[in-house]
């Protein structure tokens, strides 16, 4: 039996996200939480940004193995979407096919709106 683990893609992107924000001093301060991201297909991770250390009062950022292919989708939006992103998030999707390359992408929107 293979069981297939659709969280892997996403979890080696945490690894490296979590590494190189720990090291920003920056972000000591900001409020970050980690949370499980689905949608249907897309097994994933996303950021949870609040407090008073931010440039919104708000932020969120999903990524996972995209549904279509073997890329990392980036998506954001201003508020926790729950499970399934909204339409103007899912046209601004950001596609990656190399882990360091979406982790990048990641980090450079978090240290963009930490104070």
Same mark, same amino acid.
């Given at each position: 039996?293979?069981?297939?683990?659709?969280?892997?893609?996403?979890?080696?992107?945490?690894?490296?996200?979590?590494?190189?924000?720990?090291?920003?001093?920056?972000?000591?301060?900001?409020?970050?939480?980690?949370?499980?991201?689905?949608?249907?297909?897309?097994?994933?991770?996303?950021?949870?940004?609040?407090?008073? *250390? #931010?440039?919104?009062?708000?932020?969120?950022?999903?990524?996972?193995?995209?549904?279509?292919?073997? @890329? $990392? !989708?980036?998506?954001?939006?201003?508020?926790?979407?729950?499970?399934?992103?909204?339409?103007?998030?899912?046209?601004?999707? *950001? #596609?990656?096919?190399?882990?360091?390359?979406?982790?990048?992408?990641?980090?450079?929107?978090?240290? @963009? $709106? !930490?104070?």
């Amino acid at each position: 039996m293979k069981i297939e683990n659709s969280r892997e893609l996403a979890d080696k992107v945490w690894r490296v996200v979590k590494k190189t924000l720990a090291s920003k001093e920056k972000c000591k301060e900001a409020y970050v939480t980690l949370q499980s991201y689905q949608n249907g297909r897309e097994q994933g991770h996303a950021l949870n940004l609040s407090n008073y *250390k #931010l440039k919104l009062s708000s932020a969120w950022i999903g990524w996972a193995e995209n549904r279509n292919s073997d @890329n $990392i !989708v980036v998506y954001i939006d201003d508020h926790d979407p729950l499970q399934s992103v909204n339409e103007e998030s899912y046209k601004k999707r *950001k #596609l990656f096919e190399d882990v360091e390359d979406a982790a990048k992408y990641i980090v450079g929107f978090v240290m @963009n $709106i !930490v104070r």
